[in-house]
């Protein structure tokens, strides 16, 4: 059973910072690019960040030099983490697993008030 685990979510305002985890069980963690994906009300999902199995990150040009993507492979665990925030992060973040197949995680709630 594949289970991909948030946490970290939480209300700060703008100018703080939060660091979300993803913990991933049921998958060869190694193996797979993860990512994290957002969603605001009224929006569809956007790729925030990803980071391939050889550690190669991407952003979204709206995070890029705020959000940190990382991976620990031997805890099996991906990191966001999150600086400068800004009112216009709020979303649901989600943890995202792709390799054979595409997994997600429940989500977890991200508010910056202003």
């Known amino acids: 059973q594949v289970q991909l685990v948030e946490s970290g979510g939480g209300l700060v305002q703008a100018g703080g910072s939060l660091r979300l985890s993803c913990a991933a069980s049921?998958?060869?963690?190694?193996?797979?690019?993860m990512g994290w994906y957002r969603q605001a009300p009224g929006k569809q999902r956007e790729l925030v960040a990803r980071?391939?199995?050889?550690?190669?990150?991407n952003y979204a040009d709206s995070v890029k030099g705020r959000f940190t993507i990382s991976r620990d492979n031997a805890k099996n665990t991906v990191y966001l983490q999150m600086n400068s925030l800004k009112p216009e992060d709020t979303a649901v973040y989600y943890c995202?697993?792709?390799?054979?197949?595409?997994?997600w995680g429940q989500g977890t709630q991200v508010t910056v008030s202003s």
């Open positions: 995202n697993a792709a390799y054979e197949y595409n997994y």
């Open positions: 980071i391939t199995r050889g550690g190669t990150t």
């Open positions: 049921g998958i060869i963690f190694r193996l797979n690019i």
